[in-house]
């Protein structure tokens, strides 16, 4: 292979990893469209919570999420604007649903865009 050959490989390669680290895999990026949710349970008696609304995208999405501590952060899932939170006595079950009793529900607002890429909630 050339100078020229390899030269060409080399920049072609770079770009490409450049273009990657760029675009990443989709996720949003901190606090600028939607943000990732973190509990914080004052009363110590959630073990999950049902998380219902929109994604970063839109979509309506629900999801269970343990709880096993006093502060509970969930990353990887995006929300914005109205959603309903639900605590439960219990872990999330092999379904995917919360178990136990309702311990807590309220709605949560969670901005579009802000400074962090959180918005705690509490019980």
Known sequence: MNLRKKTGAAVG???TVASLVLLGSGSALAGSSGQQLSFHDRVGNTYSVWVDGHNQSGQAVARCFDSPSRDNYWS?????????????????????RPTGNVTFSSSVWVPLSQSSDWTTFSN
């Open 76 to 96: 990887g899932w995006w929300w914005t604007s109205n959603v309903e939170v639900t605590g439960y006595s219990g872990g999330c079950g092999g379904d995917g």
């Open 13 to 15: 390669m770079f770009a």
